[in-house]
């Protein structure tokens, strides 16, 4: 839970703190367009190299957008294989058979068994995790012994595979980075009040952006808090004996309805306080509000703005070209 | 043998600040027959932390615990049954409206007994038993526990973990949010199941009148230590209590107030109302 790190803000003091959320919400958004623009990976390269560079002009921890990334990694594998397994267009690059005899599948069960163990006793489990899957095309390319369960089917790669693959996985990386940096260096508050002002003028046409903002400040507010609560239910139901990580499966059905019922129960009881001590201290939803912190612009808002308007053009020119 | 901690310490990570160390150092003993015990500290002292170290739902991090003879660690041991440790332990917590979630009262007792493999019709008859037990009748057990007030919500989840019959029954600030009159009640409550069960009862409260009227053996935490263990009377008599962000009972402070104000000498050790008053009486015939 405490390693995702999309959506958690890191006090700091870097140039995208100074920032107006405004600005970096915008900057984001054209940014991410400009990397749907390009057509080259040369030219997506170089925006990833750009992505890096920002961080390091913010003075960002790389490792800790790397870490952050982790959970995504799954995501972009599974992206990344299937974009060179479906791809079928240009040259063959890489063309043999595979097998699935007796000896793969014995093959394929130690590999298991040996990714698991290592999992356990080491830290690098994402490592271990990388190897068991070239391990398994290995072990389907080169065992060929024994007796086949199935046909010896045809392994092809092609290049468009790769390149296709290569560009989804780094725009991909390039827009979790780019979001990262956003969601670090600001405070949830601060970016729900950007929204609330970008979209103000869509009120005219209906939409209430001041109690959209509110309605997503007060949800991200209450994660942890509703976190913290789930955590004591489960101890307080601990206490009687529902403990969640033994027993069996149908035991377990029961004890989650020990946990959800309480839950909804307490989230209730929560926003109806919440509601009282608002009301108490005169907010009337739909009426003007003043501001303890009113955003303010300032040159470092015009340049980052500048800039990633520039980048956009640039990608439109590249793209027309 | 009950409890025994050695050297436990205790520290949640957070965000903002690193480690911060709830509970520091603790070594007592508790055991599992005829004990009454208090347990008192300021706020944010690590009082529940203690009581949550007692059935194992946290582990400590540094140190080890004892409790009826499994030794708990920093680790989950695959090997210890840490629900025979729940039910040994019963620990019922502040808010009752953390664990209610039957439909009706009678469901919700049972729901304890029922996750030690006990038969409905006797988890029927422990529900019943330990309802009556905290001293709510037979209607009760098929209301809704959500429809009833403060007090009978408390009443009820105590006797939520009453039913799983604990061998020590430690309670998270039984008493809060009671009228005093409902206070007296639960306490003697306690004190009953105590004398006649001679089960070894742990109760986390604020109210020193309580504490000298009802305890003989009191443990003190101030941030995160344990400061004082043994007798209450000893520890009015030695301890600065102001110091430690605690006050005194009201009788030691009133008869107090009498000897510094008239310039008497009043015994101001006196446990309950009645006792004190006894005592003024006996020097205005002086």
């Known amino acids: 839970m405490k390693s995702v790190i999309i959506g958690q803000y890191i006090p700091g003091k870097g140039l995208f703190y100074k920032l107006d959320p405004r600005t970096k919400i915008i900057a984001v958004f054209l940014l991410m367009v400009s990397v749907f623009l390009f057509e080259r990976i040369e030219q997506l390269l170089i925006a990833l190299g750009v992505a890096t560079l920002l961080l390091l002009v913010g003075k960002i921890n790389i490792i800790r957008v790397i870490k952050g990334l982790k959970p995504i990694m799954i995501l972009l594998i599974f992206t990344f294989i299937f974009q060179i397994m479906l791809n079928k267009q240009g040259q063959k690059v890489v063309e043999h058979d595979m097998y699935f005899t007796l000896f793969t599948l014995l093959f394929l069960v ?24 070239i391990s398994i095309y290995l072990i389907l390319r080169y065992v060929d012994y024994g007796q086949t369960i199935i046909q010896p089917f045809n392994f092809t790669i092609y290049e468009d595979g790769i390149t296709m693959s290569i560009f989804v996985v780094i725009r991909l990386l390039i827009i979790i980075t780019l979001s990262t940096v956003l969601t670090l260096t600001t405070k949830p508050t601060d970016l729900t009040q950007g929204l609330e002002k970008l979209m103000h003028p869509l009120k005219k046409i209906g939409f209430d952006s001041e109690s959209f903002a509110l309605i997503i400040s007060i949800s991200l507010r209450y994660i942890p808090t509703i976190f913290d609560e789930a955590n004591k239910i489960m101890m307080a139901q601990a206490s009687r004996g529902a403990d969640f990580s033994e027993g069996k499966l149908k035991d377990k059905l029961r004890q989650v309805i020990s946990l959800l019922v309480p839950m909804f129960i307490i989230a209730f009881i929560r926003s109806e306080e919440l509601a009282n001590a608002m009301e108490s201290r005169n907010f009337v939803p739909g009426e003007p509000r003043t501001r303890i912190h009113e955003l303010t612009m300032s040159y470092r808002d015009t340049l980052a703005t500048l800039f990633s308007f520039s980048v956009l053009i640039l990608s439109i020119v590249l793209k027309v070209i | 043998m009950g409890i025994r901690f050695n050297q436990v310490s205790h520290g949640y990570t957070s965000f903002a600040d690193g480690l911060y160390t709830a509970i520091k150092d603790i070594s007592f003993e508790i055991s599992d027959k005829n004990e009454f015990i208090a347990l008192v500290g300021h706020t944010g002292s690590g009082k529940s932390t203690l009581a949550k170290h007692m059935n194992a739902l946290i582990f400590p991090t540094s140190g080890t615990l004892e409790i009826f003879g499994k030794t708990i660690t920093s680790k989950r041991d695959k090997k210890i049954k840490y629900n025979d440790i729940r039910k040994k332990v019963g620990l019922v917590f502040q808010f009752p409206e953390y664990q209610l979630f039957e439909e009706t009262v009678e469901k919700d007792i049972m729901f304890g007994p029922m996750n030690f493999k006990i038969s409905k019709e006797e988890a029927k008859a422990l529900a019943k038993e330990s309802l009556n037990l905290v001293g709510l009748d037979d209607s009760y057990l098929t209301r809704n526990p959500y429809n009833l007030s403060g007090g009978e919500k408390k009443r009820v989840s105590i006797a939520g973990i009453l039913a799983m019959n604990p061998d020590i029954l430690v309670l998270d600030e039984p008493t809060s949010g009671l009228d005093p009159a409902g206070r007296r009640v639960l306490m003697d409550l ?12 742990i109760i986390i409260t604020h109210d020193m009148d309580l504490v000298y009227q009802y305890f003989n053996r009191v443990l003190v935490m101030n941030e995160g230590h344990l400061i004082f263990d043994g007798d209450p009377e000893k520890l009015f008599r030695e301890k600065d209590l102001f110091k430690n962000h605690l006050d005194y009972p009201n009788t030691i402070k009133v008869l107090d107030y009498l000897n510094k104000s008239l310039g008497i000498n009043l015994d101001i050790y006196k446990r309950t109302i009645e006792e004190a008053l006894l005592e003024i009486k006996g020097a205005e015939k002086l």
């Not at chain 1, 590999?111 to 994402?126: E, G, S």
């Open chain 1, 110 to 133: 130690i590999a298991f068994i040996l990714w698991r163990v290592m999992v356990k006793i080491t830290k690098f489990r994402f490592t271990f995790f990388f190897l068991f899957v």
């Open chain 2, 190 to 201: 306690f004190k009953d199941i105590h004398d006649k069960t001679k089960k070894s009862v």
